[in-house]
């Protein structure tokens, strides 16, 4: 899996710095509904073989496309939340 997510212009999930601006690829493993301070939030856990990250769009109960098992790139800022590393609305492009 990191053979098929590897370029120099992407960032490793395992290797990402914090509150910086990151692009990342990798596949959905999870992809849930958990609302958020009584706001929709469509949740998902990105997988790249370096590591994991929960992915959240706010006010989104879902999103054509965004389903366990696609492969997908994301670019936003990471942070932590309750020790969890997250990006909230990243800008998103679906692979094929």
Known sequence: MRRAYADDALDKIGEAPEREQVRLRGTLRTVTLRPRGGVPALEAELYDGTGTLTVIWLGR?????????????????????????????PRYELMP
């Open 61 to 89: 109960r879902r999103i054509g496309g965004i389903v366990p098992g696609r492969s997908l790139e994301i670019r936003g800022r990471i942070g932590r939340h309750d020790g969890h590393r997250i990006i909230y609305n």
